[in-house]
């Protein structure tokens, strides 16, 4: 005798798939659970729960066992969805970008305010990733960004992200090493970076869901974590020109950076906090 199919139910399905990921310590597993559900069904997630007893078809169990597996191996995600939010706008995420962080929405802002203030317009994006912080603040400014980064993978993925958010126009990038190229910053009146700022000998403690699965070369400059900032204080004094310097700061780097800065005799700057009281962001004038 044929033995019946097990026909698996939302709700079901949402409650095992929670208890799964709660076992294996992934933090919001109901969060996780019905936002990969409702990826598979391509539904919104509030409508999971105005049709909990929608039976599964095969393809989509198989889609979503899928998808369950990879995150019951801490793999993140936004890179399961291929896609996050970052400053209210959608973005493509794959392994060769850095997924976008809420702390760095601080840097959209501190940029914005002073865009506005001043109405700067030529930009530079060191570091660039998927392109969320260029394209965040082309998308809310009156500006032209170049945006750079050494990852060709990472470059391709800031452009559709560009094309997405019809930036298209309003950023230009540029396949370059910042730590080996000469770069010129008499073009910009701004420069914005959020570099990679853990330290070598952190990067065993980082968590797995960070280490195994985001882009090393996006995490880590091998050093002291301060590689990226002694780099960016060296380009901004050889300009000839006014400058702002708007940096991302790694948890912990603040009073780093301003031994930096002290020792470059670069007294003219601030450092934001962000939501947590974490200082998060400088904001330092060259020339
Ligand atoms: C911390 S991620 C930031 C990505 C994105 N801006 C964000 O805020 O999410 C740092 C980025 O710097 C890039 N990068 C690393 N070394 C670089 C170098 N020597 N020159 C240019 N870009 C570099 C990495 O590929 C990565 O995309």
Same mark, same amino acid.
């Given at each position: ?38 990826? *598979? &069904?391509?539904? !919104?997630?509030?409508?999971?729960? @105005?049709?909990? #007893? ?5 393809? =989509?169990?198989? +889609? ?32 060769? *970008? &850095?997924?976008? !962080?809420?702390?760095?929405?601080? @840097?959209?802002? #501190? ?5 506005? =203030?001043?109405? +700067? ?33 990472? &470059? ?7 094309? @997405? ?46 280490? &195994? ?75």
């Amino acid at each position: 005798m044929e033995q019946a199919v097990k026909v698996w139910h939302v709700l079901e399905i949402l409650k095992v798939t929670e208890a799964a990921f709660a076992d294996k310590g992934i933090k919001n597993p109901r969060l996780n659970a019905e936002l990969l559900l409702a990826d *598979v &069904l391509k539904c !919104r997630r509030i409508e999971l729960y @105005l049709d909990f #007893e929608k039976p599964l078809t095969t393809a =989509e169990l198989m +889609a979503f066992r899928e998808f369950v597996r990879r995150r019951l191996k801490h793999e993140p995600i936004q890179y399961i969805l291929g896609k996050t939010e970052f400053y209210a706008l959608s973005f493509n995420v794959s392994p060769a *970008v &850095l997924i976008p !962080r809420q702390e760095t929405e601080l @840097l959209v802002e #501190e940029v914005l305010k002073y865009l506005k =203030e001043t109405g +700067a317009k030529r930009v530079l994006d060191i570091g660039t990733g998927s392109g969320c912080v260029a394209i965040a603040v082309a998308a809310n400014s009156d500006c032209h960004i170049d945006a750079i980064d050494i990852s060709p993978d990472a &470059l391709q993925t800031a452009k559709e992200n560009s094309d @997405l958010n019809n930036t298209t126009d309003k950023i230009t990038f540029y396949n370059k090493d910042v730590l080996k190229e000469e770069i010129d910053l008499n073009d910009y009146d701004v420069v914005m970076s959020n570099p990679p700022y853990i330290p070598a000998e952190e990067m065993k403690t980082v968590d797995d869901e960070v280490r &195994l699965y985001e882009p090393a070369s996006a995490l880590t400059d091998n050093a002291d974590g301060l590689v990226f900032y002694r780099r960016l204080i060296e380009l901004c004094q050889k300009a000839e020109k006014k400058l702002v310097l708007f940096a991302e700061l790694g948890d912990g780097k603040a009073a780093y950076v301003e031994g930096l800065l002290k020792e470059k005799g670069v007294t003219n700057y601030r450092i934001t906090e962000d939501l947590i009281k974490i200082p998060r962001v400088l904001v330092a004038e060259f020339n």
